[in-house]
T-cell receptor, first 110, second 114 residues
Framework: AQSVTQLGSHVSVSEGALVLLRCNYSSSVPPYLFWYVQYPNQGLQLLLKYTTGATLVKGINGFEAEFKKSETSFHLTKPSAHMSDATEYFCAVSDHDMRFGAGTRLTVKP | NAGVTQTPKFQVLKTGQSMTLQCAQDMNHEYMSWYRQDPGMGLRLIHYSVGAGITDQGEVPNGYNVSRSTTEDFPLRLLSAAPSQTSVYFC?????????????FGPGTRLLVL
């Protein structure tokens, strides 16, 4: 079965700094890859996804991610962190069904 | 559209009690699923359905039952609650037949089992 590993349960950056949240996956077939964001006391919302085609995908709020098959990675980046980005992020992979990583909590320091 | 709705928002149960978590969607999605979210473990799939009358087990199905009599509704039943079932439960739906595409989540139900 497919699986997802998010490296770092907590990431802290300064406002204006680069955000990098790491995600590695395993899958027996070409997977679909997702990043979801979860705000407090809410369900998950789609941030961006990769299904086929261009390996660099852009999402909402200035986030983007690049699918690297050779590295089995789908890291999430944002050039400049904003205070409103502080929340929890989940990477997910789907081939047979959708599996989620354990999540990364992003803290943004003023 | 209301999207995916869940009731109740919060519930406290005693060990051994039963209850049903309700989930409904108005997007005409065939695929619906239930996840539980626990700290440090992300979301784990409990049960899913690819259409009315069809359900299947996910990663952590023990202690939970589901049924799908209509496209809109997908209730989750706890027959005999245990403290290990204390969690936040999310229902989701997808336009993808097998749920491999984007999933739309409800706001969640927080369950505490004493």
């Amino acid at each position: 079965a497919q699986s997802v590993t998010q490296l770092g349960s907590h990431v802290s950056v300064s406002e204006g700094a680069l955000v990098l949240l790491r995600c590695n996956y395993s899958s027996s077939v070409p997977p679909y890859l997702f990043w979801y964001v979860q705000y407090p006391n809410q369900g998950l919302q789609l941030l961006l996804k990769y299904t086929t085609g261009a390996t660099l995908v852009k999402g909402i709020n200035g986030f983007e991610a690049e699918f690297k098959k050779s590295e089995t990675s789908f890291h999430l980046t944002k050039p400049s962190a904003h205070m409103s980005d502080a929340t929890e992020y989940f990477c997910a992979v789907s081939d047979h069904d959708m599996r989620f990583g354990a999540g990364t909590r992003l803290t943004v320091k003023p | 559209n209301a999207g995916v709705t869940q009731t109740p928002k919060f519930q406290v149960l005693k060990t051994g009690q039963s209850m049903t978590l309700q989930c409904a969607q108005d997007m005409n999605h065939e695929y619906m699923s239930w996840y539980r979210q626990d700290p440090g473990m992300g979301l784990r799939l409990i049960h899913y359905s690819v259409g009315a009358g069809i359900t299947d087990q996910g990663e952590v199905p023990n202690g939970y039952n589901v049924s799908r009599s209509t496209t809109e509704d997908f209730p989750l039943r706890l027959l005999s609650a245990a403290p290990s079932q204390t969690s936040v439960y999310f229902c989701a739906s997808s336009y993808s037949t097998r749920g491999l595409e984007t999933q739309y989540f409800g706001p969640g139900t927080r369950l505490l089992v004493l």
